[in-house]
């Protein structure tokens, strides 16, 4: 994994936890969708590592595909309006459709998303977060398949950046503010 040096500040989520969590999650998935095909869809890039853990957990059959999108605007805060820079190769009329993403911050990508992906006409969207943040409470969202509840802290690894580094790291961690605050 990538070397942390002094900018990692603790781990918040081991590896081991993680894997547990996904497991379990994919258990769940296994006994709801019995008898059905998936369609999982990540979301580019912070997903590829759940996208990665959940579909070997998984029993079902399921297809993989991939979306990537990037808030407009240049602040800090994503401002709930979606630039499609990817989308999806499946024609997902019919399907049933998973999201899976690392994160849940605001919950404004994936409200857009589930929104965008639902007007398609697929058999059901339901949502699969690795993390999920407080405020993200705060816009309506239906999240089936949550793994852990984390406080606002900035956190990265196991697919989530600090521009762009750190994606790699196994576990999940907390920044050091001097990495991201004044130096
Ligand atoms: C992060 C994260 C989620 C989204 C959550 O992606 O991976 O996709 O932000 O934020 P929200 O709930 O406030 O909308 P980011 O835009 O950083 O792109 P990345 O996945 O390529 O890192
Ligand atoms: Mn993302
Ligand atoms: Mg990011």
Same mark, same amino acid.
């Given at each position: ?8 500040? &603790? =781990? %918040? ?6 894997? /547990?969590?996904?497991?379990? +999650? ?5 006994? !709801? ?49 979606? &630039? =499609? %820079? ?6 997902? /009329?019919?399907?049933?459709? +998973? ?5 849940? !911050? ?78």
């Amino acid at each position: 994994a990538a070397d942390m040096g002094k900018d990692l500040e &603790r =781990v %918040l989520i081991t590896e081991e936890e993680l894997q /547990a969590k996904i497991k379990e +999650l994919a258990g769940r998935i296994d006994e !709801d969708y019995a008898g059905e095909e998936l369609l999982i869809v990540g979301v580019l890039k912070g997903a590829v590592m759940v996208m990665a853990d959940l579909a070997r957990a998984l029993h079902l059959p399921v297809q993989m595909d991939w979306m990537a999108v990037s808030s407009y605007g240049a602040g800090t805060k994503t401002s709930g309006v979606v &630039r =499609v %820079l990817k989308d999806l190769d499946t024609d997902i /009329a019919g399907r049933h459709v +998973l999201v899976v993403e690392d994160i849940i !911050d605001s919950g404004l990508t994936l409200s857009w998303l589930v929104h965008n992906l639902k007007s398609r006409n697929p058999a059901s969207v339901e949502i699969c977060a690795a993390l999920r943040k407080p405020d993200a409470v705060k816009v309506p969202l239906d999240v089936k398949y949550i793994g852990f509840d984390i406080p606002n802290e900035f956190v990265i690894g196991y697919g989530l950046d600090y521009a762009e580094r750190y994606r790699n790291l196994p576990f999940i961690g907390t920044l050091a503010p001097h990495v991201y605050g004044a130096s």
